[in-house]
């Protein structure tokens, strides 16, 4: 995961389960100067994420990502290593 180019971006493609209807995905950077650019904390649909790492299931079901932005490196965050139940899923099955 990398810092948003903008404050607010909102992505509309077809939905997973529907290809009729519109999923939506907003990513919103919150930063208290310009100068901010490394990533303090983030949160996919109100929850916690610890992660470098965005499945991209997650991206396609549609939902919001809030990134807060801060002048220096946090250290502790993205400590979630190689294990993570969303790195060892088999989205294969999920994307059929």
Known sequence: M???????TRLRFPSLNSPERTAKF??????????????????????EWNNFQFPVVEFLKGGKLEIELG???????????ATS???????????E
């Open 71 to 81: 002048p220096e490196p946090n250290k502790s965050w993205e400590l979630i290593n």
């Open 85 to 95: 139940p969303f790195l060892l899923m088999d989205w294969s099955v999920i994307l």
């Open 2 to 8: 990398r810092i948003p180019l903008f404050d607010k």
């Open 26 to 47: 907003e990513i919103t950077a919150k930063r208290k100067n310009a100068d901010d650019c490394y990533i303090q904390s983030a949160g996919l649909n109100g929850r």
